[in-house]
C-alpha cells in the first residue's frame, strides 16, 4: 500500500513538472505572399500559455547561414534553456519565434534585384502573421528581436531599420555587414557582376551596421535597447567591436560584451540566457 501511495505521489509530481513546461514546434509553415511559397518557421510557447488567457511578449530569434528554424531548437536547446530561465526568475515568459531563412535563398533581406524581399515578408507578413495566430502582445515594447551570425546581421538590420517596432536587439556573433563602399561592392558582384554603382551604394548604406549607426537620427538613439555579443576568438569580433566603437563615439547607449569563445553553439547556448534575461527587463519595463 505505501509502495502504491509512493507511485502515486511520483506520478503526480511527474504531471506536475510535465505541465509547467514549455512546448517547441520546429516544422510549422505559413504562406507568404510576396516569396509566392510556404515559409517554415518555429515556435517556443511558455509553460503556462495552454493554461492561462494571458497574451505574451515575443522574442523573434534568427539563426545563422546554414542552418533553418530548427537550429536553435536541435542546436540552441531553447526550450531547456528558455524554461530554466522562467523557472528561476531570470526570464519571463515569452513566445519565441523562429523563421526559416534558408528556404528556397538564403539570407533575410531584400535582394538587391528586386526578386526575393525576405525583408518585407518578415515585417508585412510574418509579424502579423504571428500576432493573429498567437496570444501575442503587439506594442513595440513587447518585441525584442537576436540572433547568430546571419542572424545576427538580420538583427542589427532590422532594428536598425525598424526602432519604432523592437525594445531591444541583441546581435550574437554578428555579421555586422560591408564596413565600406569597396567591400560592399566586391560582395555584390561576387553573384551579381552586372550591378550598377548606385544599387552598391544602397546596398552599403541600407545593410552595413556601421553606416547605419554613423548616420543614425538622434531621436533614434535611445529607441532600442541593445546586447552585443561577440566571442574573443571569432572573427566577426573585428567588426563587431567596430560598430561598438561607433556606438560610443555616436553616444548610442548599449551593452557590449567580448568572451572567451569562438563563433561556436556552445558560445550561443552559453549566450541565451543573458538574451533571455535582457529583453526580460524591456519587457517589464525597467
Not at 503526480?12 to 509553415?29: E, F, R, Y
Not at 522574442?59 to 528554424?69: A, F, K, N, T
Not at 553573384?191 to 538622434?218: G, W
Not at 574573443?232 to 569580433?237: E, N, P, V
Request: neutral net charge.
Amino acid at each position: 500500500m505505501k509502495r502504491l501511495s509512493l507511485t502515486a505521489c511520483l506520478l503526480v509530481v511527474a504531471m506536475i513538472v510535465a505541465a509547467q513546461t514549455g512546448k517547441v514546434s520546429d516544422n510549422l509553415s505559413m504562406t507568404s505572399k510576396i516569396l509566392k511559397m510556404e515559409r517554415k518557421y518555429a515556435i517556443y510557447l511558455p509553460p503556462d500559455y495552454e493554461t492561462s488567457q494571458r497574451s505574451y511578449p515575443v522574442l523573434y530569434l534568427l539563426h545563422g547561414s546554414g542552418d533553418d528554424q530548427t537550429g536553435w531548437v536541435q542546436f540552441g536547446e531553447v526550450l531547456r534553456i528558455a524554461d530554466k530561465s522562467v523557472f528561476d526568475g531570470t526570464a519571463t515568459p515569452m513566445i519565441i519565434v523562429m523563421p526559416d531563412g534558408n528556404t528556397g535563398r538564403r539570407g533575410y533581406f531584400n535582394d538587391v534585384k528586386g526578386d526575393w524581399n525576405y525583408e518585407d515578408f518578415f515585417f508585412q507578413e510574418l509579424i502579423p502573421f504571428i500576432e493573429k495566430t498567437y496570444r501575442a502582445k503587439i506594442d513595440k515594447k513587447y518585441r525584442a528581436i537576436s540572433g547568430l551570425s546571419m542572424g545576427g546581421g538580420g538583427t542589427f538590420m532590422y532594428a536598425l531599420h525598424h526602432p519604432e517596432l523592437f525594445s531591444a536587439a541583441c546581435p550574437l556573433s554578428a555579421s555586422v555587414g560591408p564596413l565600406n563602399l569597396e567591400e560592399a561592392s566586391t560582395r555584390l558582384k561576387r553573384q551579381n557582376p552586372d550591378v550598377t554603382e548606385a544599387q552598391v551604394s544602397k546596398y552599403f548604406s541600407t545593410l552595413s551596421a556601421l553606416e547605419l549607426v554613423n548616420n543614425m537620427p538622434e531621436d533614434q538613439k535611445k529607441a532600442v535597447r541593445w546586447y552585443i555579443d561577440c566571442g574573443d576568438d571569432d572573427m566577426l569580433s573585428i567588426g563587431n567591436c567596430l560598430v561598438h566603437n561607433a556606438m560610443l563615439k555616436t553616444q548610442i547607449p548599449h551593452e557590449f560584451r567580448v568572451r572567451d569563445g569562438a563563433h561556436t553553439w556552445t558560445y550561443w547556448r552559453d549566450a541565451l540566457p543573458k538574451v533571455l534575461e535582457f529583453v526580460s527587463m524591456s519587457f517589464h519595463q525597467y
